[in-house]
T-cell receptor, first 115, second 115 residues
């Protein structure tokens, strides 16, 4: 596709459940990022992939959060034992190489609601 | 540490009036700076970016921003507001840590246009 896509657009789950959020980056982009955006806030960095490897996962809040990018394209953010505080919009972005001056292109996000 | 402060969480202007959205940054290295716009239920879209070339940067939709090192500012302006400019605007600073590009966002400014 022409841009970054994310599925689902909305996800409602119950506390304690497991969820997976998918990101399909722009074709050819080696860098992929996950962010979390809470209401009224700017996006906060979660994890960065360069190719298949997680180059920086320092933003993941705890070990309930995990992300993979097995073939260097599509990525999945996985959240175990969801809590109400996990409710937010999860944004994915990709950039050509992850360089200092690169532009990150964002997807429309997945709105996660934990009841 | 790198940080961004956006002065004013809400800005309201009349249609046709000047738009001024303020952004101040803190960076220990020469910064690369970005402005993104977010329309309701959409992802972030790049408006413009400063990457150490010209200090006055022109972006899409008639927006421009001026990098002022002495003031550590990167304010966004548009001479004449249009109803379609109503959105959330985010300023971000880019830096490299351990080989990975990171974006740090401000908290955002919601722009309202009055007819």
């Amino acid at each position: 596709g022409a841009g970054v896509s994310q599925t689902p657009s909305n996800k409602v789950t119950e506390k304690g459940k497991y969820v997976e959020l998918r990101c399909d980056p722009i074709s050819g982009h080696t860098a992929l990022y996950w962010y979390r955006q809470s209401l009224g806030q700017g996006p906060e960095f979660l994890i960065y992939f360069q190719g298949t490897g997680a180059a920086d996962d320092s933003g993941l809040p705890n070990d309930r959060f995990f992300a993979v990018r097995p073939e260097g394209s599509v990525s999945t953010l996985k959240i175990q034992r969801t809590e109400r505080g996990d409710s937010a919009v999860y944004l994915c972005a990709s950039s050509p190489q992850g360089l200092y001056t690169d532009t990150q292109y964002f997807g429309p996000g997945t709105r996660l609601t934990v009841l | 540490a790198q940080s961004v402060t956006q002065l004013g969480s809400h800005v309201s202007v009349s249609e046709g009036a000047l738009v001024l959205l303020r952004c101040n940054y803190s960076s220990s290295v020469p910064p690369y700076l970005f402005w993104y716009v977010q329309y309701p239920n959409q992802g972030l879209q790049l408006l413009l970016k400063y990457t150490s070339a010209a200090t006055l940067v022109k972006g899409i939709n008639g927006f421009e921003a001026e990098f002022k090192k002495s003031e550590t500012s990167f304010h966004l302006t548009k001479p004449s507001a249009h109803m379609s400019d109503a959105a959330e605007y985010f300023c971000a600073v880019s830096y490299i840590i351990q080989g990975a590009q990171k974006l740090v966002f401000g908290q955002g400014t919601r722009l309202t246009i009055n007819p």
